[in-house]
């Protein structure tokens, strides 16, 4: 039988304040509230977590994992899929050149992205819908229709 007092191993660096006085190292998850008795607590947004209870806010995947990212935003604790889902961003319409968020629909012709409402025709504002053929000219998107008007005049 081991004792429990080894929680922290001695990589505790800096100005904790907590350096050998036992008492103090009692931890308590912040997920179940339950004391952590393991050897491995993991620590996020300045509280401490069992390995089991460490799980994405949204996905509830376990962060504790080995060779996963922890992401924190706002309290919440983010597998980086999720974060990137809701704080990551897409990148910027080739239309009108504004941002678009992760959790964004978006539409992509080649390396572009577009909001979905910015995805139409840049000559007559055709919107396409599925099935319909668009080109990509000069970087512009255009419909059939526009394209072989652009080709004719070439
Ligand atoms: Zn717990
Ligand atoms: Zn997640
Ligand atoms: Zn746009
Ligand atoms: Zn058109």
Known sequence: MKTSSANNHNNHSSSSGSSSNNNNTIARCAACRKLIKERFLLKALDQVWHEDCLKCSCCDCRLGEVGSTL????????????????????????????MIPAFEMVMRAKHNVYHLECFACQQCNHRFCVGDRYFLCNNRILCEYDYEERLLLA
């Open 71 to 98: 992401f924190t935003k706002a309290n919440l604790l983010l597998c980086r899929r999720d974060y990137l889902r809701l704080f990551g961003t897409t990148g910027y319409c080739s239309a009108c050149s504004k």
